[in-house]
């Protein structure tokens, strides 16, 4: 009994040395990314469970730059990795593709530069990436597209350029997609339509060429789609009224062509279209309307001056003629005068002879 007793107490305290050096190496690792003290007790601040850290939401406002630590690929068991800085630099080290149990990462607010390593495609329980707000360039590794379990993807506000991979139709269970404000070219794939499970696809601030294709219809679950601020081109398929679920359409700000079509119109899509120059809509029929009858108005500003000016110059003349006319008269009625004095005047003189 006692022997046994001896032999479980041995074990336990065996299991806990070896877990307390294991969360130690561990810890040391942690804390190059908490900026700690290598003999600082991360779990403090990390989550830690059986000997191992599971969970690090770091939020730091900090004055001196630092880096992701290679390191942290050595941390098996994390599932949770949230970063959020001010002045996070360096580069995504390609070691956290080695974290194969990891359902979360976030890297938001730094200046991390360089290209998205392939090696996150590895991470087969990711559930969300998020890498947000950073000066990563390249192009979005198509090894993204083995990540099966994958339901949020926000690569926006970045300088990454090329296309969108088609190998991105493998995500099977994506909702959210958001690469917005890179440089990313090229047209929209067609693979997009294979996102059956899509609800938010946000596409805006890019170099996106090409028409909006109809085959986006298919995206059955979609509530917002935003395609603006690109170099879009074509008509508005009127197939999108075919997405009962979709509440916002941004086409603003591209070079789209041709009229609303009434399926949009009737819908209860919310549409937002300024700012394409070629496209006819409402405001740019009224437009047309204000144009139309200030030209109009114009016009007939013009010709009533014209008569106006025309009647009254033929009114002067008629009344200078009649001036004359009656500065004639008036002389014609004198001489007839003078005349017929003379003739008194004549008969006088006769009598007065006589």
Do not use: W
Request: charged share 15%; net charge neutral.
């Amino acid at each position: 009994m006692n022997i046994s007793f001896l032999l479980i107490t041995l074990i336990t305290t065996i299991k806990c040395i070896s877990s307390q050096s294991t969360i130690n190496e561990e810890c040391s690792i942690a804390n190059k990314l908490l900026q700690k003290d290598q003999t600082y007790n991360c779990c403090q601040e990390v989550t830690c469970s059986d000997g191992h850290i599971t969970k690090i939401i770091l939020h730091i406002n900090s004055i001196k730059p630092f880096s992701i630590p290679p390191e942290i690929g050595n941390l098996a068991n994390l599932k949770y990795l949230h970063i959020r800085s001010n002045n996070l630099n360096g580069s995504i080290p390609p070691e956290l593709g080695n974290l194969l149990n990891l359902e979360y990462l976030l890297i938001r607010g730094g200046n991390l530069t360089d290209s998205i390593p392939p090696e996150l495609g590895k991470l087969s329980n990711l559930e969300y990436l998020s890498i947000q707000g950073h000066n990563i360039t390249g192009s979005i590794p198509s090894s993204l597209g083995n990540l099966s379990k994958l339901k949020e993807l926000c690569l926006n506000s970045n300088e990454i350029t090329g296309d969108i991979p088609p190998e991105l139709e493998n995500l099977k269970n994506l909702e959210i997609l958001k690469l917005s404000s890179n440089k990313l070219a090229d047209s929209i794939s067609p693979e997009f339509a294979k996102l059956s499970t899509l609800k938010s696809l946000y596409l805006s601030n890019n170099e996106l060429t090409g028409v909006i294709l109809p085959e986006l219809s298919n995206l059955s679950n979609l509530e917002y789609l935003d395609l603006s601020y690109n170099n879009l081109t074509g008509s508005i398929p009127p197939e999108l009224a075919k997405l009962t679920k979709l509440k916002n359409l941004n086409l603003s700000n591209n070079n789209l062509s041709g009229s609303v079509p009434k399926e949009i119109q009737k819908s209860n899509i919310k549409l937002y279209i300024a700012n394409n120059p070629l496209l006819e809509t409402k405001s740019t029929n009224i437009k047309l309307i204000i144009i139309i009858v200030l030209n109009i108005a114009c016009l007939i500003f013009i010709v009533l001056a014209v008569l106006y000016v025309f009647f009254k110059n033929k009114r002067n003349l008629n009344y200078g003629n009649d001036e004359r006319s009656n500065i004639s008269d008036s002389a014609s009625s004198q001489q007839y005068k003078t005349n017929n004095n003379n003739a008194v005047c004549s008969d006088i003189i006769i009598k007065s002879n006589i």
